[in-house]
């Protein structure tokens, strides 16, 4: 298991495509799910300096809070509330310019003016979103989307 990230410079792309590499080596063989969701929380946020990376675990019919960094968040949330309940809902990626904007918006954080959601779909049902906050608006964009999703597929091969 690797002990620290190497910080690398570059376009996005390149910052993802080391991250990854770097996660999984993070990840090893450890088998434990809410170890691995931790560590790519901070592996995440420490990489990009993210306001707010996390996990919801779908539990009976809400998303309940898993392991995260960054400050307090929502412990509950209903399918279909907020970015992370309607990307549970659609099973499908949510890219938010502006959180001000989003029909039902649930603000965890006055700080948070950007979010990006990526559901963990394993036998076609969600189990998990992957939700990212930023402090600036417009932080997310298809890059943050692509690679998000390919964590998020190897993810569910690991939890």
Known sequence: ????????????????????????????????????????SAALKETFG?????FYLVKDDELVLGPFQGPIACTRIKMGRGVCGKSWEDVATIVVANV???????????ASKSEIVVPLIQDSKVIAVLDVDSDEFATFDEVDAHYLNQLCEWLVTII
């Open 100 to 110: 001000a904007e989003f029909p039902g918006h649930i603000a965890c954080s006055s």
């Open 1 to 40: 298991m690797a002990e620290e990230l190497i910080q690398i410079l570059g376009n996005k792309e390149d910052v993802y495509s080391s991250i990854l590499l770097q996660i999984k080596a993070l990840v090893g063989d450890e088998k434990d799910s809410i170890a691995n969701l931790a560590n790519v």
């Open 50 to 54: 993210f306001l707010w990376v996390g």
